[in-house]
């Protein structure tokens, strides 16, 4: 570079535009950030110690079966969204996450005495309605794949008692001498 020209090379691309525009780059849209290497490695870090700290150090009665599912965390590290999945009715699933969210402070001094960052993110906790959408897909198709095949659902009827009488309650079903559609 002579008298503050460029060179022919770069007459095209400055030093501001080189990462925008560089032909040895692929467009900005499909790179990946430098730094997404480190955040997952984060999550997975604090995937870790929130399980953990679940299952030894945390006490509360309103904090048993939750599982960590999975943590995302945002990208200048001070939040953390961890999911968790519990087992139980929606009462049992709110108390858990009451507790995991009463529990929060303690936990992040457990996450930053295992992550040397600047900052320790906040922890958000939310359940992971995952395992309840893929069952109740999984009923969906299941009832369509019997629909297809042709088979009938048993319908559940109700009698003066107020007894339900499913078909396999029906007297008739089990009798090897009540009349068959076949005529045999």
Request: one cysteine or more; aromatic letters at 4%.
């Amino acid at each position: 570079m002579r008298g503050g020209k460029l060179s022919p090379v770069f007459r095209f691309c400055s030093a501001a535009s080189a990462s925008i525009y560089s032909p040895f780059l692929p467009p900005r849209s499909t790179r990946i950030p430098l730094s997404s290497r480190r955040l997952l490695k984060a999550a997975e870090a604090i995937r870790e110690v929130v399980a953990a700290s679940i299952l030894t150090d945390i006490r509360d009665p309103r904090v048993e079966n939750v599982t960590v599912i999975n943590v995302d965390v945002a990208p200048d590290m001070r939040e953390a969204k961890v999911y968790v999945s519990v087992m139980g009715d929606e009462t049992q699933k709110q108390l858990s996450l009451r507790g995991l969210q009463n529990a929060a402070g303690f936990l992040q001094s457990k996450i930053a005495n295992r992550l040397d960052t600047r900052y320790t993110p906040r922890l958000r906790f939310e359940i992971d309605r995952g395992q309840e959408n893929a069952a109740a897909v999984g009923e969906i198709l299941a009832r369509i794949q019997r629909e297809r095949d042709g088979v009938a659902e048993p319908v559940a009827t109700s009698d003066e008692s107020g007894v339900e009488a499913t078909p396999s309650d029906d007297p008739t079903n089990g009798d090897a001498s009540a009349p068959t559609p076949e005529g045999s």
